[in-house]
């Protein structure tokens, strides 16, 4: 079983809808949690950044971290073409310690 | 944050050979990471990077196949040592910046 599981999509909208990203883990020292979208050819780059549970929230953009039960989300409102990318989650026990990655999951928001 | 150049950005090895990956930062940071990211598949960490010590591997890593230097505090390399086919992957630099990490836009390297 790997330490992160997301379900890799292919997920596909239309534009304006509500997408909702999750990912499970199985490591209960995972403290930090990260999400990042990499568009085609380009690195991944940071979207939401949370420390332990709760919510936090940044435009169109929610992230969710529920500890007890080892699950993470991320939601886009009004979802827009431009953000058809991969989204990937990440975690790590530490700060600055080792990021572990979910599988990436493939968005295409169609107009 | 950070910005990294990274580079090639792309290139096609024959099998047998070596290929030097470049990453510079504008700014000075204490760790760099090398990540590979295999085709379909989720980033995984080769080593860690710390100015003036050896590179932390991860397990399947190892110095030999991908040896790493670290001369100062904004530039690393990453060698990627007799590539195979399977070598055939996306390699990222990243570096630790205020919250998260920053990457490079990659280096994708197709072995034949």
């Known amino acids: 079983q790997k330490e992160v599981e997301q379900d890799p999509g292919p997920l596909s909208v239309p534009e304006g809808a509500i997408v909702s990203l999750n990912c499970t883990y199985s490591n209960s020292a995972f403290q930090y949690f990260m999400w990042y979208r990499q568009y085609s050819r380009k690195g991944p780059e940071l979207l939401m950044y949370t420390y332990s549970s709760g919510n936090k929230e940044d435009g169109r953009f929610t992230a969710q971290v529920d500890k007890s039960s080892k699950y993470i989300s991320l939601f886009i409102r009004d979802s827009q073409p431009s953000d058809s990318a991969t989204y990937l989650c990440a975690m790590s026990a530490t700060s600055y310690g080792k990021l572990t990655f979910g599988q990436g999951t493939i968005l295409t928001v169609h107009p | 944050s950070a910005v990294i150049s990274q580079k090639p950005s792309r290139d096609i090895c024959q099998r047998g050979t070596s290929l030097t990956i470049q990453c510079q930062v504008d700014?000075?940071?204490?760790?760099m990471f090398w990540y590979r990211q295999q085709p379909g598949q989720s980033l995984t960490l080769i080593a860690t990077?710390?100015?003036?010590?050896?590179?932390t591997y991860e397990s399947g890593f190892v110095i030999d196949k991908f040896p790493i230097s670290r001369p100062n505090l904004t530039f690393s390399t990453l060698t990627v040592s007799n590539m195979s086919p399977e070598d055939s992957s996306i390699y990222l630099c990243?570096?630790?910046w205020g919250y998260g990490y920053t990457f490079g836009s990659g280096t994708r390297l197709t072995v034949v």
């Open positions: 700014s000075q940071v204490t760790m």
């Open positions: 990243s570096v630790e």
């Open positions: 990077a710390n100015q003036g010590s050896e590179a």
